[in-house]
């Protein structure tokens, strides 16, 4: 970058201290056939007139080369054409050795008709210190009026915008993505029901496990424990309890978890139950809060009913569903 800098300040005293010399290697322009080819960049093949088109020279050379305007641009590149701005960008590859200097000139014109543009010199000054002096071709430029409606002698109305039936092959794309937004909706929504609902997303939903041998298998388990044995009579009697409670709550449907035991009887007093069997249970849940609540400490007898009379309750209320008539025929062929 150093040596970028010297050679462009090299350049530039060269080009203000030399102006004679300047001056002579201009006065002959080389052959059209050693011009460098340029671009005119505008929006339509003709200029209207006012807008403004860009003149693009660009050319290749060494990293560590600079370019320079080789003769001074005045406001006029020619009779009707004028320049409004002149700048010479430099790209750098990132891998490559080589830069690209792009001179642009911003041009207009507020008068009608064909324009040739001007031969434009550039000064190259290489790495080695050598100074090349490149000629860019000058494009043709046509600039035009506003079309003028000859019977009224008033300029033509601006088109309205053209409106075109919307076609098939349009509409295909859009309504893709509508539908494929469509399942991904349906998709999530699946998933989020399904899972509050422990149901598998695909396949068949597992059988729900009746209350009555949810309760046996607790009941069981508490049992293998040995809760009230080990001292632990508190934990017990709240484990059997729970089980107790919600088994009722699948059984009738009643809020049993949020029920003291006074109005758990209650409520099952109201499903005309065996007066016998609440009996029992009442004597449980008795022991159960004097154990939980008032430090009470239950005998060893007491503790080896609590079990037996949960399931014996479990028992003589549970519902047994029946098979599907399929998966009994099936046991019989069997």
């Given amino acids: 970058m150093k040596r970028a800098f010297f050679y462009t300040l090299t350049l530039l005293i060269m080009c203000v201290c030399s102006k004679e010399v300047v001056a002579q290697q201009f006065v002959v322009v080389p052959d059209s056939s050693r011009f460098l080819p340029s671009e ?27 370019a320079q305007f080789a003769v001074e641009l005045s406001k006029e590149l020619v ?19 080589e830069w690209i200097f792009q001179s642009d000139l911003r041009i207009t014109s507020f008068d009608s008709g064909s324009y040739l543009l001007p031969p434009m010199p550039l000064y190259l000054l290489r790495p080695s210190g050598a100074i ?18 000859t019977t009224t002698y008033q300029p033509f109305d601006i088109k309205a915008q053209m409106t075109y039936p919307v076609t098939v092959k349009e509409v295909l794309p859009w309504g893709g993505v509508l539908l494929l937004l469509l399942l991904l909706a349906y998709a999530l929504y699946r998933w989020i029901r399904y899972r509050k609902e422990q149901r598998p997303l695909f396949g068949k939903p597992k059988p729900k496990e009746p209350a009555y041998l949810v309760a046996f298998r607790q009941l069981e388990e508490i049992k293998a424990q040995k809760l009230w044995q080990n001292g632990k009579v508190k934990l017990f009697y709240t484990a059997v309890t729970d089980v107790l ?16 035991s006074t109005e758990l009887l209650e409520s099952l007093k109201q499903e005309a139950l065996d007066k016998p069997l609440l009996t029992a249970l009442s004597a449980m849940l008795e022991t159960a809060d004097l154990v939980k609540f008032a430090k009470y400490q239950a005998g060893a007898a007491e503790n080896e009913e609590a079990i037996p009379v949960v399931v014996h309750f479990v028992q003589a209320t549970m519902l047994v569903q029946e098979e599907a008539p399929e998966v009994k025929e099936k046991e019989e062929d069997a």
């Fill in 40 to 66: 005119l960049i505008k929006d339509k093949d003709t200029l209207l007139i006012g807008d403004q088109a860009l003149w693009r020279m660009s050319v290749k050379a060494p990293a560590g080369s600079a």
């Fill in 79 to 97: 009779p009707g054409v004028e320049l409004l701005e002149a700048k010479i960008d430099t790209i750098k590859g990132r891998r490559s050795r």
């Fill in 132 to 149: 090349d002096t490149l000629w860019f071709a000058g494009p043709a430029l046509e600039v035009t009026t506003i079309p003028i409606d």
């Fill in 245 to 260: 409670r919600i088994y009722v709550a699948a059984r009738w449907g009643i809020q049993a978890m949020e029920q003291t």
